[in-house]
């Protein structure tokens, strides 16, 4: 009944032998920055998480004059094409990756209702203060260009809900330039423009990540406005007017699958030589770039390091609602925050977006989804690989499905507090996942209360004021898997209880998150906003900026509480 053919019901099981050709080394460690030390581009993501820690801010070399704030642009424009045409309208592109092009700047009186302090003093090297001034607000809204900035739009294509959509592009996105910090980071910035979602979303969930251990974009603010933004977010014809905003956001890089699909498509084969020759040396300098398989190990990387990033994603229940290839970072970190959610009762077929009617992209076909997506990765390759390397790229893409699967085994593992190896570790875990299946228990807190309660606790079955675990329980299962579960916990030598309690919900092993930003949460904070009432979110954004620490605030706000009966009835779509 528990076989491990169930095992890991988020998981690929189906994986054939795996042959290790140009595959990085897998980590036992389950912190996300773990396997990070094989790999330079998923490590300048991740590197925030430890550089935190061992980087004492000195107050005194923050800058307090925007003046002082320089981006560069010189190192894309030297080496990468713009269009030969200028002007923001619609238009095919060819034998380029950018187009110069304005941003429109929001109008009517400004508003800033969210600043990361983390992004802007310990990234951008500004002191806080900088984001209450005039300048800033101006800057950040696309009303006036940073010292330094060229301001670009990149081209792209991408396979769309499978389908090919031919030229994409950053249609509301603006790339303003490159900032070198004092860590001695380079980061990309960017503007992006749309309606409320951003400040309840984008803004919201991309600096939630980050601090639950996920690599992601950041986002630096975000500016609205009373101009009106006319948006059918259902497309039901339902046309409604809605505030301007703009999101500040950053990345190590903005390129994705579908900046290479683009110009394999169109045959542009030495200007896709061109930008796989730029990415590999700016963000993966652990490749020789005289190494004749520099493209092959550049897609062994990507391989690796996008089943790691889909299994962090699983492991706090988090489903990106539109896994297009131009969606889908080359640097491996989540992007492009539209339709998402995080799971609240456990369902494999939870659907974030109500745009996916085939539910394609439910949280139980992420995986595959990111599959996919390497398989049309590695098509874009072919014209750069020999034939013998395609049939190694294609060894390499079969063992996707092996790291993503010991990836969730060890995230699953840690989940429950579990140390050392034992061969039926799996069907613990699936036998838990189906029970809580079958009781629809709430994913975070089913994890989070398991950390929390003792095990005197468990085998008393005393789950006062633990409502997941007490809706767990009346399973007519439980008290098999629990005996299996305190059996399994009673074998592990040297492990005080205590111990496991502090291993399973310490923010420094990013596994059991009292806190996730669920739909209902965002979309209170949305009602308020609507009233320009923005408290709440900046109190979402202090709380999911700790996680994994038990905070009054949010104890006071309901957010480890059983969601409202409203919740349930929330829609998210593609236009969101």
Not at 147 to 152: A, E, K, Q, R, W
Request: net charge neutral; proline share 4%; aromatic share 10%.
């Amino acid at each position: 009944m528990w076989s491990t053919c169930t095992a890991l019901v988020f998981a690929l099981v189906a994986a054939s032998s795996f042959t290790p050709a140009y595959v990085l080394e897998l980590c036992q460690n389950i912190s996300p920055e773990c396997h990070s030390d094989h790999n330079t581009a998923s490590n300048s993501q991740s590197s925030s998480h430890t550089v935190k820690s061992k980087w004492t801010l000195n107050a005194s070399s923050l800058m307090h004059d925007l003046n002082q704030f320089r981006v560069s642009c010189k190192k894309l424009l030297e080496a990468l094409p713009i269009d030969k045409v200028d002007g923001n309208f619609v238009r095919t592109v060819k034998n380029c990756i950018f187009s110069k092009s304005i941003p429109t700047p929001l109008k009517g009186p400004l508003r800033l209702t969210a600043a990361s302090k983390d992004v802007i003093e310990g990234i951008l090297d500004l002191d806080a203060s900088v984001t209450r001034s005039g300048d800033f607000l101006h800057y950040a809204s696309g009303g006036r260009l940073l010292p330094g900035s060229v301001p670009l739009a990149h081209r792209y294509g991408g396979h769309q809900f499978g389908y090919w959509a031919g030229q994409l592009g950053d249609g509301r996105a603006h790339f303003l330039g490159q900032y070198s910090n004092k860590k001695g980071e380079v980061w990309e910035l960017q503007l992006k423009g749309s309606g409320k979602t951003p400040y309840s979303r984008e803004f919201l969930c991309s600096e939630a990540m980050h601090f639950l251990g996920v690599p992601t974009s950041r986002a630096a603010s975000l500016i609205v406005s009373e101009e009106p933004v006319l948006r059918d977010q259902f497309y039901n014809g339902n046309v409604k007017a809605e505030r301007g905003a703009v999101v500040l956001r950053l990345a190590k890089s903005w390129f994705r699958i579908g900046s290479l699909e683009i110009l394999s498509q169109s045959g542009e084969i030495n200007l896709l030589r061109k930008l796989l020759n730029f990415v590999i040396d700016e963000h993966f300098p652990f490749i020789n770039p005289d190494n004749p398989e520099k493209y092959l190990v550049f897609f062994s990387t990507v391989v690796n390091e996008t089943a790691h990033l889909i299994a962090q994603w699983m492991s706090v229940g988090f489903a990106h609602g539109v896994c297009n290839t131009d969606n889908f970072s080359l640097l491996s970190i989540t992007i492009d925050y539209g339709p998402f959610g995080f799971m609240e009762s456990y369902n494999p077929n939870f659907i974030p977006n109500t745009s996916d009617d085939e539910g394609r992209y439910s949280i139980g076909a992420q995986a595959n989804v990111g599959l996919l997506n390497l398989e049309k990765l590695l098509v874009a390759l072919i014209p750069v690989l020999t034939q013998t390397q395609q049939k190694q790229a294609k060894i390499i893409l079969k063992g996707y499905a092996n790291i993503y699967q010991m990836r969730v085994h060890q995230i699953f593992k840690a989940k429950l507090g579990l140390l050392g190896e034992d061969e039926d570790d799996n069907d613990l875990i699936a036998f838990l996942l189906k029970v809580m299946e079958d009781t629809e228990s709430d994913f975070t807190m089913t994890f989070r209360e398991l950390s929390e309660v003792s095990a005197k606790q468990l085998l008393n079955k005393n789950f006062t004021q633990m409502w997941a675990l007490d809706d767990l329980s009346h399973h007519k299962h439980f008290s098999d898997w629990l005996n299996k579960y305190l059996f399994r916990l009673s074998r592990q030598q040297d492990d005080s209880d205590l111990d496991r309690q502090h291993r399973m919900k310490s923010k420094s092993n990013y596994v059991n998150p009292r806190y996730v930003l669920r739909n209902w949460m965002a979309e209170s904070a949305i009602r308020k906003a609507e009233r320009n009432d923005f408290s709440e979110v900046e109190l979402l954004h202090h709380i999911l900026s700790s996680p994994f620490v038990t905070q009054e605030t949010a104890e006071e706000a309901g957010y480890a509480a059983r969601p409202p009966q409203w919740a349930s009835r929330l829609k998210v779509s593609c236009s969101s």
